[in-house]
Every structure is written in C-alpha cells, then in structure tokens.
T-cell receptor, first 113, second 114 residues
C-alpha cells in the first residue's frame, strides 16, 4: 500500500495562468476527495468522486475550478485564470467504498504571484 | 451546513502530562468524527475516529469521546511525548447522508514542553 500520491508537490504560477494537479488514490479506493487548506486553517472540502461520478461539490468550487476522474482511478483538479487568493495547499484524500476513513496525500502547494 | 468549532487553538503541556482538545458541531445528522494530526509540510494523518453509535474509543495513548446530545467530542492524549507536537484537527461528516465531505475545525497547535 503506497498511500495517496499527488503531483506536483509545489507549483508557482503567475496570476491568470491555468494549473492542473494530479492525485493518485490508494489502490482499490473508489472514493476520492479534494480539499483546500490555507495557512493556519483546517482543510476545506471542495468535491468528491465515487468511481468516475462527481457526487458532491462545495460552493467553494467556483466555475474556474474543475475536477475530473475519467476512469475512476486518478483525478485531476484544474484551476483556470488563477488569482492570488487561490494560493493554498490542495489536498487529495481517498477512501474505500464501504469505509468511513479518509486518507490524505502530501498535498500540492500552489503559489500564485 | 455543518460548522465545527475547536478549542483551544494552542495547547502547551509538559512531557508526560495529558492533553485534551475539544470540538463542537452543529449538524445533528453528522455521524462520523475523525481526528487528524498534521506535521509541518505534510498532509493530515488520521489518528483516531468515532462513529455516532459509539460513546468512546481508545487506541493506546489516544482516546476520543462523543456526546451526541451536547454535540461535542474530545481527543485525549495521555503520557505525552515530544513526537506528539503537531497541529491536530477534528472533523465531522454526514457519511452516507449526502454530505461525505469532512468539515474541519481550525486546528489546535499542541506543544510538548520537555
């Protein structure tokens, strides 16, 4: 069991650029979650997939954000036209279908300059 | 939606003493309450959790209690060690009730004094 992996670990981008992050869940975990964490705060839920279906979206997920999980395995989170307020740690978590526990990856730290 | 309040924001205890962190939640339909430990530069690590059909759960030096009537739950760490120093987060969700995403508290910075 290799754990949840995220790529890249760090991303610096200029305001207005698009960025895409990838998350690989734990093998056989069919649920995948995205969260955002700003400095000094707890993670905030963004969206969640069961297999390839996106079942829940937070109001935090503005129209500049889109997430996909096309084959029910890895997922991507894209942010279009980045703003300085998008600077944060983007965390991915996965869980097995019948389980409650969510296991987090190391995160992708985004800095928008 | 759910709102989770966590106290204190910072807790400093002597090595070997106990630490208690408390959280309250607002949604009476929440049924799952995990606790996470986060070290600098790392993702949150699940350390213990409790479901709404249980009042208490213990795992070695860590225990969690849940009071559904009062809508609060607490983390207890006994015989604290230097490696317990980290930020701890409580969370709540309505697992299986259309709100599987976790709502987190703002965190408690636990400092273990040698």
């Amino acid at each position: 069991d290799t754990g949840v992996s995220q790529d890249p670990r760090h991303k610096i981008t200029k305001r207005g650029q698009n960025v895409t992050f990838r998350c690989d869940p734990i093998s056989e975990h069919n649920r995948l979650y995205w969260y955002r964490q700003t400095l000094g705060q707890g993670p905030e839920f963004l969206t969640y997939f069961q297999n390839e279906a996106q079942l829940e979206k937070s109001r935090l997920l503005s129209d500049r954000f889109s997430a996909e999980r096309p084959k029910g395995s890895f997922s991507t989170l894209e942010i279009q036209r980045t703003e300085q307020g998008d600077s944060a740690m983007y965390l991915c978590a996965s869980s097995i279908g019948t389980g409650y526990e969510q296991y987090f990856g190391p995160g992708t730290r985004l800095t928008v300059t | 939606g759910e709102n989770v309040e966590q106290h204190p924001s910072t807790l400093s205890v002597q090595e070997g003493d106990s630490a208690v962190i408390k959280c309250t939640y607002s949604d009476s339909a929440s049924n799952y309450f995990p606790w996470y430990k986060q070290e600098l530069g790392k993702g949150p690590q699940l350390i213990i959790d409790i479901r709404s059909n249980v009042g208490e759960k213990k795992d070695q030096r860590i225990a969690v209690t849940l009071n559904k009537t009062a809508k609060h739950f607490s983390l207890h760490i006994t015989e604290t060690q230097p490696e317990d120093s980290a930020v701890y987060f409580c969370a709540a969700s309505r697992r299986g009730g259309g709100a599987d995403g976790l709502t987190f508290g703002k965190g408690t910075h636990l400092i273990i004094q040698p």
